[in-house]
């Protein structure tokens, strides 16, 4: 499967984005999917968890940095999935990777970005006044 992210940008502290995942070349609702971030100063092999969601149980998990302000939707007809981020926060810059892994990753699993088979080309999201 291929991903393409797209949706990043500039925004202030406080305000919101959606960030978009298309796939491409087979179902992502097959997937475990993933949205990572690589903060600015961190390695590529540091990507910090986000969210993921397991296929099989619709089991999912937010970073608690997170928790109460992104919210992870689908779009099956279109083959799409989102993260809509509000309340920003600087600390939430960073590029924004979608992931996928054909297995069904449990909640402890989810988490680890080595895991991850597929991966998106990332996207650019500052949050800065």
């Known amino acids: 499967v291929q991903l393409k992210e797209s949706g990043g940008g500039l925004v202030q502290p406080g305000g919101s984005l959606r960030l978009s995942c298309v796939g491409s070349g087979d179902t992502l609702d097959y997937y475990t999917m993933g949205w990572f971030r690589q903060v600015p100063g961190k390695e590529h092999e540091d990507r910090e968890f986000?969210?993921?969601?397991?296929?099989?149980?619709?089991?999912?998990r937010y970073a608690e940095s997170v928790q109460g302000r992104f919210t992870f939707s689908r779009d099956t007809s279109k083959n799409t999935v989102f993260l809509q981020m509000n309340s920003l926060k600087p600390e939430d810059t960073g590029v924004y990777y979608c992931a996928a892994d054909p297995v069904p990753l449990g909640r402890q699993l989810m988490k680890k970005a080595h895991l991850y088979d597929f991966w998106g080309q990332g996207t650019q999201v500052t949050v800065s006044s």
């Open positions: 986000v969210f993921a969601i397991n296929p099989s149980d619709g089991s999912q």
